[in-house]
């Protein structure tokens, strides 16, 4: 009878930190919730206590570049009408500085080596960015470097545009 007694409470107080514990502001299953500290921001969103009317950029045509690596670089050229990201175009350059031939790059494997297919993703990458209105998208497997390094092209191009 003691046993069960003791048994009993311990469960119970158990119970009850453990709902002490648990917070009260959930989200909803499925979704996820972005957590920052105050006076930060989550890169690519609107800050606190602005809206999305807020963000706006000149109109005209920006270019922006990543930094080189070992295979060459990405550049982006953004195109902004009334405010909005109009139109994105996405550039590999090799080391040498010149376009590549995108038809070398279309998902084949040659000589032992798979190559990115740059063809389709450069004009996916742009089309989503387009539809966000933001460069933060997606990197897609296979071409991480090619395509994180395109996100920042573009990031480097939109700050240019900023009003």
Do not use: H
Not at 75 to 92: E, N, P, Q
């Amino acid at each position: 009878m003691k046993t069960k007694l003791i048994s009993t409470l311990i469960f119970s107080i158990l119970t009850i930190s453990l709902c002490a514990c648990t917070p009260t502001n959930t989200t909803q299953p499925g979704t996820t919730r972005n957590l920052t500290l105050p006076g930060t921001t989550i890169p690519g969103t609107i800050a606190p206590g602005t809206t999305a009317g807020t963000v706006s950029y000149k109109d005209g045509t920006y270019t922006g570049a990543a930094d080189p690596w070992q295979y060459g670089s990405e550049d982006a050229t953004v195109t902004i009408l009334d405010g909005k990201i109009k139109s994105i175009s996405l550039r590999r350059l090799d080391t040498s500085g010149k376009e590549v031939n995108y038809d070398e790059y279309a998902g084949q494997t040659k000589d032992g080596k798979t190559y990115p297919n740059l063809k389709k993703f450069r004009q996916d990458m742009a089309d989503r960015m387009v539809a966000k209105q933001t460069y933060e998208v997606d990197t897609i497997s296979g071409a991480t470097t090619s395509t994180t390094n395109w996100k920042l092209a573009v990031k480097r191009a939109l700050e240019k545009a900023k009003r």
